[in-house]
């Protein structure tokens, strides 16, 4: 929808704005320089296997790189492509307002990527539960609500932790995730995600 932040679409809404990239001074700070021509990101795109496809040969406009990549990866490549030019986003900005560098580039493509593929695990998981909802899960009495809540290890060292409130029709009326550094027993990280139910629960709806 050419919504990005850039120097070049506020100048649009503003005159006489300055639209040189504050990372390298190109004085174009467009769409496509901000995810693909900075030096910054372009360190990132090399630290992925697409980049020699949509960064070396770049096209006019960020919108005909999307378009490139839905004509040619399959959707588990195209979510990585989509992750990572989020990762670029998020690190030009981190620049851009202070907040200093990521030193490591092919530990943000990494992340991106095993983002993408947890993502689909939990997706592929999510689907065979439904499949089989009616052996997995029973909707409560009329007037009363179901909680479901778990926690898991996320990466190496981190967990998540998520609950889910159901009325008697099955409709989910309050959910709940977090993520956070560091991973114990499931025998504590369980109670976490019960706690985390209760807090959120006090603050949405005074349980």
């Known amino acids: ?7 070049e679409n506020i100048a649009r809404r503003i005159c006489d704005f300055r639209t040189s990239c504050d990372i390298c001074d190109n004085l174009e700070d467009s769409d496509t320089h901000a995810l693909f021509d900075c030096p910054l990101v372009t360190e ?12 070396r040969s770049c096209p ?9 990549a839905v004509q040619s990866l399959d959707k588990h ?22 907040q ?42 009329i007037g009363i609500h179901k909680l479901n809540f778990d ?3 996320v990466g190496v060292n981190c967990h998540g932790w998520g609950f889910a409130i159901r009325n008697y029709l099955g409709d989910v009326v309050l ?13 504590i990280e369980e109670p976490s995600a019960f706690l985390l139910y209760v ?3 006090i603050m949405v709806i005074g349980i």
């Open 77 to 98: 490549q195209l979510g990585e492509f989509v992750a990572v030019m989020w990762e670029v986003w998020n690190e030009r900005n981190r620049v851009v307002f202070g």
């Open 151 to 153: 926690a898991v290890k």
């Open 175 to 187: 959910a709940g995730v977090k993520q956070g550094v560091g991973f114990s027993t499931p025998e």
């Open 1 to 7: 929808m050419g919504a990005l932040a850039t120097k």
């Open 100 to 141: 200093g560098v990521v030193g490591w580039k092919k530990q943000l493509v990494a992340r991106a990527v095993q983002f993408m593929r947890s993502y689909n695990d939990f997706k592929g998981y999510s689907s065979q539960m439904l499949a089989t909802r009616d052996k997995v899960w029973t909707p409560p009495d």
């Open 60 to 68: 006019l406009a960020a919108v005909d790189s999307l378009l490139m």
């Open 199 to 201: 807090q959120l629960g």
């Open 44 to 55: 990132i795109w090399r630290e992925s296997e697409l980049e020699d496809k949509f960064c």
